[in-house]
């Protein structure tokens, strides 16, 4: 267990990945900004926003591609200004209610997108998944994942693909964990083996989750993510993300503007802390790619499933814009 109780500790956890899924990450950033702000010396309402704002920025830096931690932050201090004029002990119980909120909505939310997901799987059928989706990732259940334990618990019989998901193994030490504690069948498979599993015919359709979406459904997730929806297309097998709301950018137009975070070589040239690869040898570590619009068959989310993704069955089925 990880105990954690000033806000430079949980950016540190969310920068290195002791705490990592959009969701999750989002939730944690929400927390840490509560951990950073509760003892403010402000004792004016514009100090206590000025270091709340301060706060918020330090905290959505340490990872630059889930949109989840800024959407969360944006939050605390919307709802830190809607009690303008009570003084600043309101507003700091204001914050702590807010991530409180955020973490409720999100289990309540990551239910609900298992529920749409699991229609989607039919009896019988193997799904193939990447990285790690499941409640470890989220405030609870997950987000891909949950769409299997719901499948699962309805009495469908499901299996699923588990990628190991190089550099950091979040499939293989994560996924299989959650798959095999609620007793799914699960199967491991280096990343690159996913082309051969599905010239196989073993697998009917890919889930995944989502770190950033665009406006037009592009989707920033795990690297890898990408190369497995064109495998998809290829084997002509359906490919779906499930995300929150929570997680879509309305703000850009295009999976183009979504930054993509590189991280240090070593978590390319080590495994487990042993060395793999020769000492001075170039690497470049993108930790997330993004998918095209046009290879993703849906995107599940809580107010229902997109389907064909394009920029006006998004705006239409989150009902914005
Ligand atoms: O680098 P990570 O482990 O934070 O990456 C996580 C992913 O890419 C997940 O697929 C994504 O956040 C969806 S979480 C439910």
Do not use: I, K, M, Y
């Given at each position: 267990m990880l105990r954690i109780t000033d806000p430079e500790a949980m950016r540190d956890a969310i920068r290195r990945l002791a705490v990592r899924g959009a969701p999750a990450i989002g939730i944690a950033a929400a927390f840490g900004t509560v951990l950073g702000v509760?003892?403010?010396?402000?004792?004016?309402e514009a100090a206590f926003l000025e270091h709340l704002d301060n706060s918020c920025q330090r905290m959505a830096s340490?990872?630059?591609?889930?949109?989840n931690p800024s959407w969360a932050l944006e939050r605390l201090k919307a709802r830190a200004q809607?009690?303008?004029?009570?003084g600043v002990p309101a507003m700091k119980a204001a914050v702590h209610a807010e991530a409180l909120a955020i973490l409720d909505e999100d289990r309540a939310i990551c239910r609900r997108l298992g529920e749409i997901g699991a229609d989607l799987i039919r009896d019988g059928q193997t799904v193939l998944t990447h990285c790690n989706t499941g409640a470890l990732a989220t405030g609870?259940?997950?987000?891909a994942l949950a769409a299997v334990f719901e499948a699962h618990s309805r009495s469908k019989r499901v299996s699923v693909y588990a990628t190991e998901t190089r550099p950091l193994l979040q499939g293989a030490r994560l996924t299989t964990w959650e798959l095999l504690q609620a007793g799914i069948d699960v199967t491991l498979i280096c990343d690159g083996m996913a082309a051969q599993v599905m010239k196989e015919g073993r697998v009917h359709a890919v889930l995944v989750g989502a770190d950033r979406i665009a406006a037009n459904g592009d989707t920033a997730n795990k690297i890898g993510t990408y190369g497995l929806a064109l495998l998809a297309r290829e084997h002509g097998l359906p490919f779906y993300v499930v995300a929150p709301r929570?997680?879509?950018?309305?703000?850009?137009?295009?999976?183009?503007e979504i930054p993509i975070e590189e991280r240090p070589p070593e978590e390319v040239t080590c495994v487990g802390g042993q060395r793999i690869a020769p000492h001075g040898i170039k690497v470049y570590a993108p930790a997330f790619d993004v998918t095209p619009a046009r290879y993703i068959t849906g995107i599940v989310t809580e107010r229902g499933l997109i389907t064909p993704v394009t920029a006006e069955t998004v705006r239409r089925t989150l009902g914005e814009g």
């Open positions: 509760r003892s403010s010396p402000a004792t004016t340490a990872r630059p591609t889930a949109v809607t009690l303008s004029g009570r609870e259940h997950g987000t929570s997680t879509f950018d309305l703000s850009l137009a295009s999976g183009a």
